[in-house]
């Protein structure tokens, strides 16, 4: 097997081993009808000149280190604002999970991608505020033939600032961080450690399971895992 560090590198070996494992590790569905619906899209690129943010090196030339899309919620939105979160949002009516995570990206930091960019899924997550979350993965593949990585433009109404975190950030030792149960509840809370900061499920939820079972090759479940208080809103 490959080194962890080995797999981090972004290459077309780490985007078929995570394309066979997604393939290979069933996914959990919900299928309730009475929850609203959403997909969110867990894009791997270049980590470029770094992630921007306290915790985190700068390079001063273009990295070729896997990373991953995370955006700030824009501070005017009514739900969930100011939160990290995964580039996504709710399903349209008549609309696959599929191309709502890739429409949403496109809306939200226009970058535009084909269904062939989309690695696999993995497990549903229903949140405290009454959705049912779709994670895909989602590689932004642009090559030398297709030039360079395209910048991206967040779309200041709905994102704050947009961030290219390294993979290598999900296996550290002290990730995820794992807090008791809510008073009167039973489930642990999740939370994911990056750089200085932290984010809290469910985009740690979507986190957590990735590293567990495309970097690591576990078939990890999250979805018992709760969510901190704040973001029940």
């Known amino acids: 097997m490959k080194s962890l560090a080995t797999l981090v590198q972004r290459n077309h070996g780490l985007r078929l081993s995570i394309q066979q494992r997604l393939q290979d590790t069933p996914v959990q569905s919900v299928a309730s009808t009475n929850l609203r619906r959403a997909a969110v899209a867990l894009v791997l690129v270049d980590a470029g000149f770094g992630?921007?943010?306290?915790?985190?090196?700068?390079?001063?030339?273009w990295s070729d280190e896997a990373a991953f899309l995370l955006t700030r919620r824009a501070t005017t939105l009514t739900s969930h604002a100011g939160q990290w979160a995964l580039p996504g949002g709710r399903i349209d009516a008549g609309e696959t999970a599929v191309a709502a995570a890739l429409r949403e990206l496109h809306e939200e930091l226009g970058l535009q991608l084909p269904p062939a960019s989309v690695l696999g899924r993995l497990d549903d997550y229903t949140t405290r505020s009454g959705y049912v979350i779709t994670p895909f993965v989602?590689?932004?593949?642009?090559?030398?033939?297709?030039?360079?990585?395209?910048?991206?433009?967040?779309?200041?109404?709905?994102?704050?600032?947009?961030?290219?975190?390294?993979?290598?950030?999900?296996?550290?030792?002290?990730?995820?961080?794992?807090?008791?149960?809510?008073?009167?509840?039973?489930?642990?809370?999740?939370?994911?450690?990056?750089?200085?900061?932290?984010?809290?499920?469910?985009?740690?939820?979507?986190?957590?399971?990735?590293?567990e079972w495309c970097l690591?090759?576990?078939?990890?479940?999250?979805?018992?895992?709760?969510?901190?208080?704040?973001?029940?809103?």
């Open 51 to 61: 992630a921007e943010l306290p915790g985190f090196a700068q390079h001063a030339s």
């Open 138 to 211: 989602v590689w932004a593949d642009f090559g030398t033939e297709s030039g360079p990585e395209p910048a991206l433009r967040p779309d200041p109404a709905e994102v704050a600032s947009a961030h290219r975190i390294p993979l290598s950030e999900l296996l550290r030792a002290d990730a995820p961080l794992i807090d008791p149960p809510h008073e009167g509840h039973s489930q642990p809370v999740l939370r994911m450690p990056l750089g200085d900061h932290w984010v809290a499920a469910p985009t740690a939820a979507v986190l957590h399971q990735f590293c």
């Open 216 to 233: 690591h090759g576990r078939s990890t479940r999250v979805a018992h895992f709760d969510q901190p208080r704040f973001t029940w809103r």
